[in-house]
């Protein structure tokens, strides 16, 4: 157990001229290359990443989805703010109070960025909370699903809701007076509360007081009332125990009562090289993300101004933190009414991954392997195939070491399992945990522990830097030979998180994979040089640098006349250096399409800078997570799949790999079914301008509609040789008359 460091040799990071913190990314005005920077060029990050949000609330609006589907995009909406202001938020504020006033590489100062914010994210309230009053509510009413008001229910329902608060919730609550004997109580993150104004008379005189009844998490925000009907009918847990106030503050007049909710900077704090042991660091700092300082308050809007006020100067807060609600205060918790197997009329067309074809009917995992390059495309094809993987290699007498990164595996049984089965087994596994990924640090330790303590040797991490990379190393006795499978992929060890976002995983026992994946564990668990890999690309020694080669041949392609074409999807966009080579690659011809889910700072659509740019975005069913890197290569392209996203942080803070595709049948794969049908999209993608804002595909009365999530769906249940698509080539777009793609004509 413990935590390595690398000895770096003579490794600089090479965006020197970018200071770089938790929160954004600032000029270095005393570097020679920070003039070079035209601020004009960036889009600023928090307001793109807010610009991603309304494209899933967007989802919410969008009548056209199932309306439980609707209701997921919406309580999702929620969850995504809630996170953006744990931690972007609380930076930017931290900032501000440090009086820190340089400004970002779009030339926004940290309260320019602030302000633009709090703008943009009460527009974002407005919308959504107007969705949930006219839209979803009504529409979930109609569909035999209400929440309905105290003043609606019958006597049996009160006479029911009586004997539940007594003897279900009534125990658990604990009434807390605000005088100066009774100080304001420290609050948790994101909990739900109710502010009370109360009246006591005492000796013949009446006082007025505060008081604070928190909502436990453990209980349930919704109330289901008992229904016989097919009906299903709730009340807000938060309005059931306002009705019962006085039972909790007997001897008092209730004078009105409001729900607040608090949240608070959740970033972790470890000074990595100043702790002997990262686990109980980590585990330390948990128990103070629950009371960090304040970032915002939500609050019913019908609250009077005073309470309001005292809250805010309670709380050292200001109006620009206060956001009045007109709707349930934590709308993620309706996903109540989601979970379940009810309502199928109101869902997605349910949806079971087959098993890849390459690994279908397959006696011999290892020897399907040894065949070819095997490529999975999840959720498409079942997820069950790494699972099996492993538990094959746990109970394979001839595997003599299984060596895996773990990030986020939501401490599933069946990969933990395998694991420590494998170690009963007599082989040596060793496993490299990040400790440190964001809202999953409880879990990570908790698993962790288990897995030590059933003899896996568990590694947690690097001093400085987060283990983002995602690899698996099989080591197997073939006869008198040692041969290394390898598992590398766009996304985490995580079957539930499989079934829902789009992530491509490769099986390969190429020679030189299996080389560069031992010296990366030897990198990860011991202390030695980075001495460069066969094939892999890996951050943050060659990553970035690799990437600025890989572009500047493209531009040089143009320039000489020959094909170019660069296609990248990822999740954001940001590192400045990149966006300045994709500039200049546009500048000399370059056709370059970018799919990115979340964050994009380059400004696509300007003359003479990023005409030949075009950015779209894709928010559909399943969440789009893979990495893919296609450089056209003058007619020899080459396909990258990897764990990077262009940030400062993937490139430079974190251990990533970027895999080379070698297998010609898998590049083509990616290249024409998958790429290809991606760019076809004209339903879920929304296209970039130069201004910021995000537009639906153009299309005429007669084109047909594509929705490639559907069509990846339809292609993996095809029945073959009967409805199979025929695979095509990549659609080339005409930038200069419409965003969607179209195909060349022969």
């Excluded at 965006?15 to 004009?40: C, G, R």
């Excluded at 288990?450 to 991490?461: A, C, F, I, P, Q």
């Excluded at 499989?498 to 010296?519: I, P, Q, V």
Aim: aromatic share 8%; with cysteine; proline share 5%.
């Amino acid at each position: 157990m413990g935590i390595c460091k690398i000895i770096f040799p003579g490794f600089v990071p090479p965006t020197l001229f970018l200071q770089a913190t938790s929160s954004q990314i600032y000029f270095n005005l005393n570097h020679p290359m920070a003039d070079k920077l035209d601020p004009k060029h960036f889009l600023n990050r928090e307001l793109s990443w807010l610009e991603f949000n309304q494209r899933v609330l967007d989802e919410a609006l969008n009548p056209a989805n199932p309306l439980l589907e609707r209701l997921k995009f919406f309580t999702i909406t929620s969850s995504n703010l809630d996170e953006f202001f744990e931690v972007r938020v609380a930076g930017l504020k931290q900032q501000i109070e440090s009086g820190v006033s340089t400004r970002s590489v779009d030339g926004l100062a940290p309260l320019e960025i602030y302000q633009a914010i709090t703008k943009r994210v009460r527009k974002m309230v407005a919308d959504k909370y107007a969705c949930w009053r006219n839209e979803l509510q009504p529409a979930l009413a109609k569909n035999k699903m209400r929440i309905l008001e105290f003043s609606e229910l019958k006597k049996a329902d009160l006479s029911w809701l009586a004997e539940f608060y007594h003897n279900k919730i009534r125990p658990v609550l604990t009434p807390l007076a605000i005088d100066p004997a009774h100080p304001f109580p420290q609050l948790l993150n994101k909990s739900l509360n109710l502010i009370v104004r109360l009246e006591i008379e005492k000796n013949g005189v009446t006082a007025k007081h505060l008081a604070v009844v928190q909502c436990p998490a453990i209980l349930p925000r919704l109330i289901q009332l008992p229904r016989e009907d097919g009906q299903r009918d709730y009340v807000f847990l938060g309005q059931l125990i306002g009705h019962f106030l006085a039972d909790l503050f007997p001897g008092t007049q209730i004078l009105g009562f409001w729900q607040f909710r608090l949240t608070r900077n959740s970033e972790l704090y470890v000074d990595e090289g100043d702790t002997p042991n990262l686990l109980k660091a980590v585990e330390e700092e948990l128990h103070k993300r629950r009371r960090g300082h304040a970032v915002r308050l939500e609050i019913a809007t019908n609250c009077p101004t005073e309470i309001r006020e005292t809250l805010l100067s309670t709380l050292s807060l200001t109006e620009q933190d206060l956001y009045l609600i007109d709707g349930p205060l934590n709308p993620t918790r309706l996903m109540m009414l989601y979970s379940g197997n009810h309502s199928p009329e109101l869902r997605d067309a349910p949806f079971i991954a087959p098993v890849s074809p390459a690994l279908r009917n397959k006696a011999d995992f290892f020897a399907a392997i040894r065949e070819r390059d095997i490529l999975l495309h999840h959720p498409f094809e079942n997820y069950s195939s790494v699972i099996e993987f492993l538990e094959n290699a746990a109970t394979d007498p001839d595997v003599l070491a299984i060596k895996m990164t773990l990030y986020r595996t939501g401490g599933d049984e069946r990969i933990i399992g395998a694991l420590m089965n494998a170690v009963t087994k007599g082989k040596q596994v060793t496993v490299v945990v990040e400790l440190r990924a964001r809202f999953d640090e409880a879990n990570n330790i908790e698993w962790s522990r288990k897995l030590e303590e059933n003899g896996v040797h568990v590694v947690y991490g690097l001093v400085g830097f987060k283990i983002h990379a995602k690899c698996a190393l099989v080591v197997r006795r073939e006869g008198f030979e040692i041969r290394r499978y390898v598992h590398l992929a766009t996304g985490n060890y995580n079957p539930t998180t499989s079934k829902l976002y789009t992530d491509l995983s490769l099986f390969t026992c190429r020679a030189e994979f299996g080389e560069d994946a031992t010296n990366l564990f030897n990198l990860l668990t011991g202390i030695c040089q980075f001495q460069g890999m066969n094939e892999l690309v890996v951050a943050p020694f060659d990553l970035h640098a690799r990437m600025l080669q890989l572009i500047a041949r493209e531009t040089a392609n143009a320039k000489r006349g020959l094909p170019a074409r660069i296609i990248a999807k990822f999740n954001s966009l940001v590192e400045p250096a990149l966006i300045e080579a994709l500039y200049t690659a546009s500048q000399a011809g370059v056709k370059i399409d970018l799919i990115i889910r979340g964050i994009c700072c380059l400004r696509p659509g300007v003359a003479g800078l990023s005409e030949n740019i075009t950015v779209r975005s894709i928010v559909s069913r399943f969440l789009e997570h893979s990495r893919i890197y296609y450089f056209e290569n003058a007619c020899q392209p080459e396909v990258f799949i990897g764990s990077a996203d262009w940030m400062p942080r993937n490139l430079f803070r974190r251990i990533e790999i970027v895999v080379p595709i070698k297998d010609g049948i898998v590049r083509d794969r990616i290249i024409h079914q998958i790429l290809g049908t991606i760019l076809a999209d004209n339903t879920k993608a929304r296209f970039l301008g130069a201004d910021g804002n995000y537009r639906p595909a153009k299309m005429a009365a007669n084109d047909k509609k594509h929705d490639s999530q559907v069509m990846f769906i339809a292609l993996t249940t095809a029945t073959p040789g009967k409805t199979e698509k025929k695979e095509e080539k990549i659609p080339h777009v005409n930038l200069a008359a419409s965003p969607f793609p179209k195909k060349k004509k022969s």
